[in-house]
């Protein structure tokens, strides 16, 4: 495999995954916005891993040629493959970084989530107590508040 045809490779695999994403229903979640661009994230290192063999045939391949080929195109061919090696190596390891990133910032919005979501629990609880306390006409004004007080900020 010539390093154009592994570059388009790469390239295709980009844009499938760009595709995908452009084709997915807005989410206004962020945690689910979060989710996404991980998923994303690990299907591009997936499809980086499986040019892995590509490119252990393409360091085959020069290694044979290399016995055929001139001092100075053996250079070349040495040096194209460090450069797609590092590249590659460079590539790993950015998407590695981005997804540890991507799940530390999904754990934190999932807790934010679920404390929102006990707080907005905990806030209903209170709104009814208080609501029930004011529909209460047996009690004066001035009763109502100290229930309220205690019900709202002590229970």
Known sequence: MTRKQLESSVEESRLKLTGAGAHREPVTNATELVWQDLLSARELLTAVESRQRDMDRLHQTSVVLADTASEARQ????SELAVLTDADAELTEMLMLRITRLEKVHRSW???????????????EKKETLQQTVLDTALIPDQQYAVIKVRVFFW
């Open 110 to 124: 999932t807790e934010l989530t679920t404390q929102c979501n006990e707080l907005r629990t905990l806030l209903t």
């Open 75 to 78: 250079k070349a061919l040495q």
